[in-house]
C-alpha cells in the first residue's frame, strides 16, 4: 500500500487503500506542496473554487515557479475544475 501521510486517516476511515476513486473540493487551488500529495492520492478528479493567481492577488503568494508552470497543462494533469470562484474569493473580502 501506497499511502501518503495527509491521506492516511481518511483512507483507514474509508477502509481504502487509495483514493483513485474520489473527488477532492478545495476552496483553493492546491499548491505544490498539496499537489503532491493529489499526485499520490491519484484523485479522479479536483475541484477548486480560487486560482493560484487570485490567492496571489490576496498575499497567499505561492512559489514563483509556479507562476511560470502551464496552468492549464497542470489543471489537464491533475483533473482539475475551477468551480464558483467569485463565492470563494469572497471569503477573503470578509
Ligand atoms: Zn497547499
Do not use: N
Request: charge should be positive.
Amino acid at each position: 500500500m501506497r499511502s501518503y501521510t495527509p491521506f492516511k486517516l481518511p483512507l483507514k476511515k474509508l477502509g481504502k487503500d487509495g483514493l483513485k476513486d474520489c473527488v477532492l473540493y478545495t476552496s483553493c487551488e492546491p499548491c505544490m506542496m498539496c499537489l503532491g500529495a493529489c499526485h499520490w492520492a491519484q484523485f479522479k478528479a479536483i475541484y477548486f473554487g480560487a486560482s493560484a493567481q487570485d490567492a496571489k492577488d490576496y498575499g497567499f503568494v505561492y512559489s514563483k515557479c509556479y507562476y511560470q508552470m502551464d496552468s492549464d497543462q497542470r489543471h489537464k494533469e491533475f483533473r482539475m475544475t475551477q468551480l464558483l470562484a467569485k463565492e470563494a474569493i469572497g471569503v477573503w473580502d470578509e
